[in-house]
Each structure stands twice: as structure tokens, then as C-alpha cells.
């Protein structure tokens, strides 16, 4: 069964640069979800969308951004990176309430 | 706030024995969900228990739920080594759009062959 494409699997930034986390949803299925992970923690929820608009906002820094397109993939835009960015950001994709399914994550690392 | 509290932290037992992890959470919930993670891995999404029901399993997996304490347990009969991962609980929340995961802190289980 197809799963939840994310890419790139790794990244490395400078401080201050930009990355984009790209997200390809389970297919019909119509809401994606970041979440962060930071080492050692549990996965924070960031944003979400439901059939491209955004249906849920938890704590996402200012400079990030995101967005659902029309074929319904997602991508993930951080701006100024800092250190504390470093983390595995994971795009989730459900049918509505049903079960979120995760993709494998990106590992974002901010030197 | 922490939604989700995960009891114990940590857990290491022997195989074939059975593993019990706790979960408490703090408001009203549509869904609960476990997942699996192995280190610095991706989530496994393992069962959803639905607020209406109390108990539910999936092969070796036992999950029960009791909304009048706010908790769950997930338990693992007959543990092997492949089980050693972390484990999570996440709710969602009740009614409206507000499905996004609040995730407890998780129970790290190692299973010593």
C-alpha cells in the first residue's frame, strides 16, 4: 500500500538559510499534518491542512510557512533557520478524523 | 499544555514476557491512537481506540481505554526483541476540526533477548 512521501529524507543548513520539507499524502487521502520532533522529545504539532486549506495552526514559529496544493501535496517553508530548528519534521496524511498515517521524516540538522 | 502523560518512561523486561505502558491525558478526546518508534525513525501507527469504546486488540496488542480516568494502557503479550522501541499515545481532540495529535512523552520498552 502506498505510504506518506517525504524528501528530503536529510538536510543541513546554515543558520539563517532556508529549507523546503516536501510532503506527499497517502493518495485520497484529503488532510496532512506536520508535526516536529525534537531530539529526545515527543512530536509537536505545527500546521495542518484540510483539502488545501488550513484547517489547524498549533505553535509554528512565525517563520515558517506551509501550504497544500492542488494535487494535494504539502510543503513545509522555515526561513531563518536557527539551531533550535534542528529536529525530524514528519508530514502525517489521514482521511479527516480517521488515523493519521506518518511518513518517515526529514532529519533537519542547523549548523 | 502536556495532553498526553506516558507511564512508565522507561521499561526493559525479557522476551516473552508481557510489557504494559500507561497513558493519562487531560481533555476530552474524539480518538486515541498508539504509535511505534524505533530510534530516530518514523512513527507506526499501531491502533486507534474510538472515545466510545473501552477495549480493543490487533494481534499480540491490547489497548483498553477508560474516558472516565482519562487514561489508556497498551499492552504487549508475549514481547520479542523487534518490540524494543518507543511507544507513543496521542488524542485528538473532541468535536469540531480539532483532530491534530497531542502527543505524551512515551514509554522507551527494551526487550532483552
Known amino acids: 500500500a502506498a505510504g506518506v512521501i517525504q524528501s528530503p529524507r536529510h538536510l543541513i543548513k546554515e543558520k539563517r538559510e532556508t529549507a523546503t520539507l516536501k510532503c506527499y499524502p497517502i493518495?485520497?487521502?484529503?488532510?496532512v499534518y506536520w508535526y516536529q520532533q525534537g531530539p529526545g522529545q515527543d512530536p509537536q504539532f505545527l500546521i495542518s491542512?484540510?483539502?488545501?486549506?488550513?484547517?489547524d495552526k498549533g505553535s509554528i514559529p512565525d517563520r515558517f510557512s506551509a501550504q497544500q496544493f492542488s494535487d494535494y501535496h504539502s510543503e513545509l517553508n522555515m526561513s531563518s533557520l536557527e539551531l533550535g530548528d534542528s529536529a525530524l519534521y514528519f508530514c502525517?496524511?489521514?482521511?479527516?478524523?480517521?488515523?493519521?498515517?506518518f511518513g518517515p521524516g526529514t532529519r533537519l540538522t542547523v549548523l | 499544555s502536556q495532553q498526553g502523560e506516558e507511564d512508565p518512561q522507561a521499561l526493559s523486561i525479557q522476551e516473552g514476557e508481557n510489557a504494559t505502558m500507561n497513558c493519562s491525558y487531560k481533555?476530552?478526546?474524539?480518538?486515541l491512537q498508539w504509535y511505534r518508534q524505533n530510534s530516530g525513525r518514523g512513527l507506526v501507527h499501531l491502533i486507534l481506540?474510538?472515545?466510545?469504546?473501552r477495549e480493543k486488540h490487533s494481534g499480540r496488542l491490547r489497548v483498553t481505554l477508560d474516558t472516565s480516568k482519562k487514561s489508556s494502557s497498551l499492552l504487549i503479550t508475549a514481547s520479542r526483541a523487534a518490540d524494543t522501541a518507543s511507544y507513543f499515545c496521542?488524542?485528538?481532540?473532541?468535536?469540531?476540526?480539532?483532530?491534530?495529535?497531542?502527543f505524551g512523552k512515551g514509554t522507551l520498552l527494551t526487550v532483552n533477548p
Open positions: 502525517a496524511s489521514s482521511l479527516l478524523e480517521d488515523t493519521q498515517y
Open positions: 493518495p485520497r487521502h484529503d488532510t
Open positions: 481533555t476530552s478526546i474524539n480518538n
Open positions: 481506540i474510538r472515545s466510545n469504546e
Open positions: 496521542a488524542t485528538d481532540g473532541s468535536g469540531g476540526s480539532n483532530y491534530k495529535l497531542t
Open positions: 491542512f484540510y483539502e488545501k486549506m488550513q484547517s
